[in-house]
């Protein structure tokens, strides 16, 4: 957050990637703080709206997920492009409860 902050107060001509799984891998899948909220806090560190894309990383949205970041990558101030998408791995943990939980009752 601090980098972006910096690039904002400077105005300058980048693009950020924040690739959002909707956990943090590193320690094995917990919950991330920032879950639902990545947007928001960009909006809060100063990031123009405009300038900040959620974007679905499947190849059905290849297209579409292109033309965004050539656009953004041609702007000349702070951009945000955030691919969002379930970990596969907490995906697979999920279905797994849901098949069990559903086989109770």
Avoid: W
Wanted: aromatic share 4%; hydrophobic share 35%.
């Amino acid at each position: 957050m601090t980098g972006l902050l910096d690039a904002v107060n400077e105005n300058s001509p980048i693009t950020i990637i924040i690739s959002d799984n909707s956990t943090t891998g590193m320690t094995g899948g917990q919950p991330s703080s920032a879950f639902g909220r990545i947007v928001e806090i960009c909006k809060g560190i100063g990031v123009d709206p405009e300038h900040i894309h959620v974007m679905n990383p499947l190849k059905k949205f290849h297209e579409e997920n292109v033309q965004i970041m050539k656009k953004e990558l041609a702007y000349q101030g702070v951009s945000v492009l955030i691919p969002q998408r379930e970990c596969i791995q907490t995906f697979a943990r999920r279905k797994k409860a849901e098949k069990k939980a559903a086989g109770k009752n």
